[in-house]
């Protein structure tokens, strides 16, 4: 069975610049979710959608970053224009969702990343 | 809010000695805990968890229990091997499904 895909895996842009980060979850998967991780952190969650649903974006910039997850499959993560600070590691992880569960794993792709100039 | 404390710095030890990894957490409920595990260019891994207090995780001889007294959940490894370099992240989840990570260990084995 195939894992999260991420793709691009690496990213290097200038200030200013839009970029765009694709994630493929687990088939059958309909939770998923983008954390970003800074250098020497853990993960922080950004948004976490509930098949094409955005039911937890709290933490996210919404006045640079966006992301979608048209027919609650594939999703896209842009941040418009980035900043140097934005420079992390971007991670997309999916679940799936089963009846009576205390916890549903995660399961996370290699990751994307983002070097700002 | 809910959150996760590792201890600083990178661990280096040597082949088949002892490892540990402390995690302590601070929650609102009952949380569930989590240890997950980054090799080299690959995503994060579920390692092990625990969902109740005084339960046990345990997963490739790596093992952690749940203690709700001293809001702990240490990471154990009785001899570890060269492919157990990797980075360590202790998490919880209060029950929405958000993880909450530590900043994470770099774990190095030598042979």
């Known amino acids: ?47 976490r959608y509930e ?13 640079r970053f966006s992301a979608e997850r048209l027919k609650g499959v594939d999703s896209t993560l842009k941040i418009q224009p980035a900043e140097l600070g934005d420079s992390a590691v971007y991670l997309c992880a999916s679940s799936s969702s089963p009846a009576g569960a205390s916890y549903n794993e995660q399961f996370f792709g290699p990751g994307t990343r983002l070097t700002v100039l | 809010g809910n959150s996760v404390t590792q201890m600083e710095g990178p661990v280096t030890l040597s082949e088949e000695a002892f490892l540990t990894i402390n995690c302590t957490y601070t929650a609102t409920g009952y949380p569930s805990l989590f240890w997950y595990v980054q090799y080299p260019g690959e995503g994060l891994q579920l390692l092990l968890k625990a969902t109740k207090a005084d339960d046990k995780g345990s997963n490739k001889g790596f093992e952690a229990t749940y203690r709700k007294e001293t809001t702990s959940f240490h990471l154990e490894k009785g001899s570890v091997q060269v492919s157990d370099s990797a980075v360590y992240f202790c998490a919880l ?16 084995v030598i042979p």
Not at chain 1, 19 to 40: E, K
Not at chain 1, 51 to 63: G, M, R, T
Not at chain 2, 97 to 107: D, E, H, S, T
């Open chain 1, 51 to 63: 098949n094409e649903e955005a039911v937890d974006d709290s933490q996210l910039p919404k006045d």
């Open chain 2, 93 to 108: 989840s209060g029950g929405n499904n958000r993880l909450a990570f530590g900043k994470g260990n770099q774990v190095v």
């Open chain 1, 1 to 47: 069975e195939a894992g999260v895909v991420q793709s691009p895996r690496y990213k290097i842009i200038e200030k200013k610049q839009p970029v765009a980060f694709w994630c493929n979850p687990i088939s059958g998967h309909n939770t998923l979710y983008w954390y970003r991780q800074n250098l020497g952190q853990g993960p922080e969650l950004l948004i």
